[in-house]
């Protein structure tokens, strides 16, 4: 590009007030050179788009790439979709849990800021008491919003719920009356419960004849806009309960239930433009115009697996049953999704068998790579179970090992292998997939009977724990270890579009206060599997 484009480029900067380094200035060039006879509009929305991401006043080439790859994707994705039945394969990211990014609430300024050093897998005792107050801060900034629990400046329609606002449970000391507190549900002691807040904790007492003599009172919120009687409580999950000082220093707790959700518009307009999700900002007319585009993506379609045992003969013959059905269908999926476990005995320490499964993956490749549609048309993407080959058994697993998956990917050189959990951004919309037998789990780790009040169904207590809690696995970390500075990749906050769960319980779907979830079940075991359409979240439970 000639020298007067240098300067013009320079001279923009400067007008600005940015100092421009030599290689990003090559980076800036170069993504003009794509737009021959519109170099100068192509410069000044680059510009623009910079100044949303620079930190400092110095331009350098890994911001303008970073930049510019989001603005040639967008590109991409306006001029493959002139047809409206087509799939683009760049309105597809897959976002593994490692690069997923940290953010931490700054209480006195009362906004978040994004984490800059490393993290280490082996965090230091420091980064698991940061663990449990980055859980409590995250619920604690959201229900600061909610209009019921917080004291009114000027007299309202909501006055006479004064009594809703939350005390700090230090302040518990001394006061009589009934008391509305947040807090960690925690065993400090063996056999004795504890509600834990950043300022002190106080002992509760959760024994048989407490929960029998107030009855189904203990998980009831009031009748009004949050009837929260849904979910599954055990230790470290996150409440708000009524309740009074007893004189022997116990909180007699009178009413109990999980923070209310928040709407996802009303979180993002509180974040201030960080991306929670790492699917890429976007400004309001990249929105809108994927939006648009994602209206006309009609045939774009989803098949999600769990428990894909490519070592039993059976999965393997039902697998090829469904592999025939799509690949004769007029349309292909876009995506496939395979969650494990991929073998049916779990790969520990006992499992000497690692050549053999590395052997079965190539066999599933080539299982695919026979189907000329899907393999040219369709992405595959796998997600680790609960029992895979992997460093460890805590969440989140990074993605299966590369000696397992190099004999598949010679097959389908485009399989994408990501972590557990992990996150897809299909245009707008997030979705997160997660494969842990959760429901049981929980279900055993429950501190109380879940309340039958606005449903009995267990799968639907599961969501609204997951939900309430922003948090994909609130269980102790006794029962699922997790990577102390890693938590944050389980978050569900803002609350995504779709929740997809591969569970071993009964396959499920229903909307929750506007979130698609479904289960998808156990391939394997109970020969089931989701077709999903995110174009209009649909969810298609279907079996062999």
């Known amino acids: 590009m000639n ?16 100092n421009l380094k030599v290689d990003a200035l090559d ?18 929305v680059l510009l623009k788009e910079l100044e949303k991401s620079l930190k400092s006043t110095i331009i350098d080439k890994e911001t303008v790439h970073r930049v510019v790859s989001q603005l040639l994707e967008v590109e991409a994705d306006v001029e493959d979709s002139s047809d409206p039945g087509t799939s683009t394969s760049s309105a597809l990211r897959v976002v593994d849990a490692f690069d997923f990014p940290k953010y931490k609430y700054d209480t006195i ?28 801060l995250l619920l604690s900034q959201r229900l600061s919003r909610d209009q019921h629990f917080s004291k009114p400046a000027f007299e309202s329609e909501f006055s006479h719920f004064g009594s809703c606002e939350i005390s700090p449970i230090q302040s518990l000391v001394g006061q009589t009356g009934r008391k509305w507190v947040m807090g960690v549900i925690s065993q400090l002691e063996d056999g004795h419960y504890y509600l834990e807040d950043l300022t002190a904790a106080v002992k509760i007492n959760l024994s048989t004849q407490i929960l029998h003599e107030l009855g189904s009172i203990i998980i009831c919120f009031f009748d009004w806009q949050y009837k929260i009687t849904t979910g599954l409580f055990s230790e470290n999950t996150i409440v708000v309960v009524e309740g009074e000082m007893l004189v022997e220093g116990i909180f007699q707790v009178l009413t109990c239930g999980f923070p209310p959700l928040e709407d996802r518009d009303k979180s993002l307009k509180v974040l201030a433009g960080h991306d929670f999700f790492c699917g890429g900002t976007l400004t309001k007319e990249e929105t809108i115009r994927l939006e648009e585009m994602e209206k006309r993506a009609v045939n774009d379609m989803f098949v999600i697996l769990s428990d894909v045992w490519l070592d039993n003969e059976e999965a393997l013959t039902k697998l090829e049953t469904v592999l025939d059905g799509f690949e004769s269908v007029e349309v292909v999926p876009s995506l496939f999704v395979f969650m494990g476990n991929f073998c049916s005995r779990p790969c520990n320490l006992s499992f000497h068998s690692y050549s053999s499964l590395r052997m079965q993956f190539g066999k599933l ?14 992405k595959f993407l796998f997600i680790p179970g609960p029992d895979d080959a992997g460093p460890s058994t805590a969440l989140p697993r990074c993605a299966l ?12 050189p485009n399989a994408i292998f990501s972590s557990n959990p992990c996150r897809v951004k299909f245009y707008t919309q997030e ?51 997790i990577i102390w500075n890693y938590d944050h990749c389980l978050y569900l906050y803002p609350t995504p579009h779709t929740i997809v769960l591969g569970d071993r319980s ?31 979240q649909e969810v298609e439970l279907s079996a062999l």
Do not use: W
């Not at 980076?27 to 000044?44: K, V």
């Not at 090992?401 to 389908?412: A, D, M, N, V």
């Open 109 to 136: 300024r009362k906004q978040f800021y994004e984490h800059t050093g490393t993290l280490s897998i082996h965090g230091e005792a420091s980064a698991k008491a940061a663990l449990y107050r980055d859980r409590f």
């Open 401 to 412: 090992p590369k000696y397992l998956t190099e004999e598949l990917q010679k097959h389908i």
């Open 365 to 378: 490749g080539e299982m695919i790579a026979a189907r000329t549609r899907l393999k040219e048309q369709s």
């Open 431 to 481: 979705i997160v997939f997660f494969r842990q037998d959760m429901l049981h789990r929980m279900r055993r780790s429950c501190l109380m009977s879940p309340s039958t009040e606005e449903t009995d169904d267990l799968f639907q207590h599961l969501v609204a724990t997951i939900t309430h809690q922003s948090h994909l696995c609130p269980l102790p970390l006794t029962v699922q270890p």
């Open 27 to 44: 980076e800036i060039l170069s993504f003009a050179s794509h737009f021959e006879g519109n170099e100068d509009e192509a410069i000044d």
């Open 506 to 536: 009964q396959q499920k779907a229903f909307k929750y206060t506007g979130i698609t979830c479904f289960n998808t079940g156990s391939f394997s075991i109970d020969s089931t599997f989701v077709a999903y359409r995110p174009c209009s």
């Open 3 to 18: 020298v007067s484009m240098r300067k013009k480029v320079q001279r923009k900067c400067k007008i600005i007030g940015y």
